[in-house]
């Protein structure tokens, strides 16, 4: 009896505990616990152009077109629950990249809102979740964390120390060894298939192509320095905006034909037309065009 008693104890003891207090249960809270919108009180400029890039709406797909649906919806993917309400963070191996801050601020309880919400088509929740100034001002901005640690609380990492930053919960900045390099976008902008989940799936590869092919022919230049002049956060190419999208690759791309045309005689009297098309497709980007 007194060792049942001591279990129910420890049952006690141990399930609060067990359940970390602060992770986020819902949507909401997440989106609260990651929320930038104040950041745009000082930094008007940054904030105007993130809202318009694909980093505020990395689930919404291009056009709003709800891309994760697919797996929230029983058989449809190897990832997909049997049930929406069933759902766990690891039927979203997506999040990796796509809300990175899911994996370690939430419980499993937002994967089955997300996916209710997915299968009901509820834009308005689903564009909730971002990649805010936060994921990657701080819990993206470290990637030696045995040696330097995990990013700490209340600090955001930029291009400096500030010792008093006048946000209200980031009242410090610490210079990031990592901000201005290609490494930065490199966790998320993907290097092969991603091999550590027991079912094997590829999204974006483009961090791959720009290590081995761009920066191993001799390429100098970083993700930031083509993508971010003037630290600009716009991060185009926008896919929503097919107009601007089609002339910033125009810009890149560019198709050189080389035709000759003649006619071969293959027996006497018989002239057969043939034709030799030479392509040549030169990029100026640092990196496979398109990925993902
Ligand atoms: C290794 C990181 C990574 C993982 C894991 C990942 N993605 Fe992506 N995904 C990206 C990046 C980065 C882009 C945008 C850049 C690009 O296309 O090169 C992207 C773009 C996309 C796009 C095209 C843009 C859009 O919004 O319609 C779709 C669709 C997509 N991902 C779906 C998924 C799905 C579904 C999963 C999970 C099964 C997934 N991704 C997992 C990094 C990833
Ligand atoms: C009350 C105004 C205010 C708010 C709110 C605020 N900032 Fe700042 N922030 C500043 C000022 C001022 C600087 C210094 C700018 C400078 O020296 O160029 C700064 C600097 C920074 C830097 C360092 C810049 C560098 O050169 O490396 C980063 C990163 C940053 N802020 C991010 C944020 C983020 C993210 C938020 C929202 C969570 C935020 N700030 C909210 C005023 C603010
Ligand atoms: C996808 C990742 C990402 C997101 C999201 C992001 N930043 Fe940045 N930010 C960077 C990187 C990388 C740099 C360094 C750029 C460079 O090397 O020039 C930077 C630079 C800055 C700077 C320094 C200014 C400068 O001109 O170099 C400020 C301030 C800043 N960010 C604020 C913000 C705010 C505010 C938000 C949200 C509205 C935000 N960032 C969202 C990656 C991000
Ligand atoms: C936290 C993960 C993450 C980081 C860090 C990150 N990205 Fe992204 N990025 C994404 C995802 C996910 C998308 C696609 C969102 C969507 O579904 O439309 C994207 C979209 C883009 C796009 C729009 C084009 C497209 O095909 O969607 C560009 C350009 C881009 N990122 C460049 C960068 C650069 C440059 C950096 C580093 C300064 C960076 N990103 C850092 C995750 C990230
Ligand atoms: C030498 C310049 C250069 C470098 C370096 C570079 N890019 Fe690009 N990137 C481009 C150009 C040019 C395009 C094509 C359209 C445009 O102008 O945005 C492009 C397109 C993209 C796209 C859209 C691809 C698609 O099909 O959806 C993404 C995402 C992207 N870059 C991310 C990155 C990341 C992440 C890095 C660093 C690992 C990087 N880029 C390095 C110039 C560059």
């Keep these: 009896m007194r060792f049942l008693k001591l279990i129910i104890v420890l049952l006690f003891i141990s399930v609060p505990l067990a359940a970390s207090a602060d992770k986020a249960k819902t949507i909401d809270d997440l989106a609260k616990m990651y929320d930038s919108s104040r950041c745009k009180d000082c930094h008007a400029e940054i904030y105007g152009q993130w809202e318009k890039s694909h980093h505020a709406r990395p689930l919404m797909g291009v056009k709003g077109g709800l891309m994760l649906t697919p797996l929230a919806k029983k058989g449809e993917t190897a990832f ?8 766990t963070l690891k039927n979203f191996p997506c999040f990796k990249c796509h809300l990175p801050q899911a994996i370690t601020s ?3 309880s937002v994967a089955v809102e997300l996916a209710e919400a997915l299968i009901a088509g509820d834009k308005a929740k689903v564009g909730r979740l971002q990649i805010t100034c936060i994921v990657c001002h701080s819990d993206k901005a470290i990637v030696h964390k045995r040696e330097l640690g995990e990013p700490e609380k209340g600090v955001l990492y930029g291009a400096k120390n500030m010792d008093s930053h006048p946000d209200k919960i980031f009242t410090k900045v610490k210079k990031s060894a ?17 091999f550590e989940f027991d079912q094997a799936f590829q999204c974006a590869n483009l961090y791959g192509s720009y290590l081995h092919n761009y920066i191993s ?10 993508h971010m002049q003037k630290g600009d956060h716009l991060f185009a190419l926008d896919w929503n905006d097919d107009k601007g999208a089609s002339a910033l690759l125009g810009k890149a791309i560019s198709l050189e034909v080389e035709t ?9 009297k018989t002239y057969i037309p043939k034709v030799v098309v030479s392509t040549t497709i030169t990029t100026t980007a640092g990196h496979r065009v398109p990925d993902g």
């Excluded at 997909?80 to 759902?87: I, N, Q, V, Y």
């Excluded at 390429?219 to 930031?224: A, D, R």
């Design 106 to 108: 939430a419980e499993d």
């Design 260 to 268: 000759l045309g003649y006619e071969w005689l293959k027996k006497a």
């Design 178 to 194: 990592i901000m201005h390099d290609s490494i930065a976008c490199g966790q998320c902008h993907g290097l092969g298939p991603n």
């Design 80 to 87: 997909s629950p049997e049930d929406p309400k069933k759902a």
């Design 217 to 226: 022919s001799g390429g100098t230049k970083s993700c930031q320095d083509c």
